[in-house]
């Protein structure tokens, strides 16, 4: 499985960003797909997750009602819209998949990460 995150960027708190992930060499409706994200000097962490069929959804407390996660099985691509952005957000983003129904705490497939800098 390949995943290609766009969409990062600088963004003054209080804004927005829609981070995307395009996968491939998997059937992707049958991926559970995710975000992880690793700020400076901490340790990665879990941010969102979204089941096959897109009717569970998961998010970690901090983000819960500013992120949005969804997905578009026809475009094989998942989203993150991030609103009323923190300069605690400030990390590189890692889209994450995994060949099971609901995503892992340790997801199989990582891509390569994008830098999303939220500044005060």
């Known amino acids: 499985v390949q995943l290609v995150e766009s969409g990062g960027g600088l963004v003054q708190a209080g804004g927005s960003l829609r981070l995307s992930c395009a996968a491939s060499?998997?059937?992707?409706?049958?991926?559970?797909m995710g975000w992880f994200r690793q700020a400076p000097g901490k340790e990665r962490e879990f941010v969102a997750a979204i089941s096959w069929s897109a009717g569970l959804t998961y998010y970690t407390d901090s983000v819960k009602d500013r992120f949005t996660i969804s997905r578009d099985n026809a475009k094989n691509t998942v989203y993150l819209q991030m609103n009323n952005l923190k300069p605690v957000d400030t990390a590189v983003y890692y889209c994450?998949?995994?060949?099971?129904?609901?995503?892992?705490?340790?997801?199989?497939?990582w891509g390569q990460g994008t830098q999303v800098t939220v500044s005060s």
């Open positions: 060499g998997h059937t992707f409706s049958r991926l559970s």
């Open positions: 994450v998949a995994e060949t099971s129904v609901v995503l892992s705490s340790d997801p199989d497939y």
